[in-house]
């Protein structure tokens, strides 16, 4: 009895090793090729769910049926009008054809490997290929310009093929270097780009000169604006005070007038009123007239030389 229950204990451990030797589950995100003696053999296993093979004469090689990340070296590279710049750049990628990327390639540590001479080589290529403003800017547009002194100032020359169109570019010519590894490039970018060093602190000196050239001529703007603000309100101040001079010589001569009037009115009613009037206004002249240093000549048939002779 105890030999038999061994040997029905081996016989199910047997079993169970040879079920999960023969027996493999696929989940959505895998694929898979079953190798024979290290060679592929079958079809490749895509479908999800629970798949047989050989026990311990095959085996089942995984791989990622999700889309895979690529991310690039920063590179130093010339442009064609010979500018230095890094460029950083990024890409996605599938496994479309298991099989095929089995034989060439094996495993993704390798496709990465490939991936890197096929992106970095057609980067540079494109990078090299074309001018900087064409690898930074994809549209021809009309800068937004709020001032006027700034038209002559922001002005964008004309790109010829533009950062996207370099991109689709880098992306076709990669696409057809991997057709024959089983992998597709779904999509290619350009992270980020930049120049180098040397060249960056001169863009960064040009810039501090651009905008200083500009604050300048802020500054004289504004200084000839105050010289004229200050010149409309002289003028303005000018204009205020001789029209005040005017109106206060107008209302004097008219205060004059009556006053004269309100005088001649009075003093014209009767003979000895006139002649009162006639002696205060030639007392108020020689008032007005003569001081201690004063030496006054006047005719014997002045009104005032009459008044002072019978003063005498």
Known sequence: MKKSKIV????????????????????????????????????????????????????????????LEWDGDKNQVPTKDKKFIFVDTYARWQITDPLQFFIRLR??????????????????NAIASNDLLDIVRSTNRDPEVTEDFMEELEVLEDIEVGREAIEEIVLQKANERTSDLGVRILDF??????????????????????????????????QG????????????LAQIQSEAVRQSEEIRGRADAEATEIYASAYNKNRQSIDLYQFLRSMEALENSLDEKTNLVISSDSDLFKYLKNMQ
């Not at 200083?212 to 004289?220: H, V």
């Open 8 to 67: 029905y204990i081996v016989l199910v451990v047997v079993a169970l090793i040879f079920i999960g030797q023969s027996v493999f589950i696929l989940d959505e995100t895998q694929q898979a090729i079953v190798t024979q003696f290290g060679k592929p053999v079958g079809e490749p296993r895509t479908s999800p769910g629970v798949n047989f093979v050989i026990p311990f004469i095959q085996k089942v090689q995984f791989f990622d049926k999700r889309y």
């Open 107 to 124: 495993d993704e540590r390798s496709a990465q490997s490939r991936l890197d001479d096929i992106l970095d080589g057609e980067t540079r």
């Open 189 to 222: 970018k350009f992270k980020r780009m930049n120049y180098v060093d040397e060249v960056r602190d001169r863009v960064y000196d040009r810039m501090i000169s651009e905008r200083n050239r500009i604050a300048d001529q802020f500054r004289s703007e504004g």
């Open 225 to 236: 604006e105050a010289r004229k603000i200050q010149g409309d309100k002289e003028r303005d």
